[in-house]
Nanobody, 127 residues
Framework: QVQLVESGGGLVQAGNSLTLSCAASGGTFSSYGMGWFRQTPGKEREVVAVISRFRGNTDYADSVKGRFTIARDNAKNALYLQMNSLKPEDTAVYYC????????????????????WGQGTQVTVSS
């Protein structure tokens, strides 16, 4: 069973950048599809970006395409989210999640398919 711990959240001004990290332990990190999700009060958790177990194939929410980049380092058991050109609407709690995938070359965009979650890190973007 993998444990996930996010870090790197904070308060930034619109237009600036932030990098989130997710440290994994207790499992074989390379065996999981991984994803970043976010949630604001009163709303459902939504996908931000996902990355496959093999080949690092990625998929992004339309709202972050071209601004955010997901990456994984299997040697370091780490997942990253580089966020550029941040907007106030990016304000949310960001969660790292791990999935035991049926497909090795793609990762699910559905939060309910993810088996393990971190505690979340707050990102606040001021205008």
């Amino acid at each position: 069973q993998v444990q996930l711990v996010e870090s790197g959240g904070g308060l930034v001004q619109a237009g600036n950048s932030l990098t989130l990290s997710c440290a994994a332990s207790g499992g074989t990190f390379s065996s999981y599809g991984m994803g970043w999700f976010r949630q604001t009060p009163g709303k459902e958790r939504e996908v931000v970006a996902v990355i496959s177990r093999f080949r690092g194939n990625t998929d992004y929410a339309d709202s972050v395409k071209g601004r955010f980049t997901i990456a994984r380092d299997n040697a370091k058991n780490a997942l990253y989210l580089q966020m550029n050109s941040l907007k106030p609407e990016d304000t949310a709690v960001y969660y790292c999640a791990a999935d035991v995938p049926r497909d090795f070359y793609s990762a699910s965009r559905r939060a309910y398919e993810y088996d393990y979650w971190g505690q979340g890190t707050q990102v606040t973007v001021s205008s």
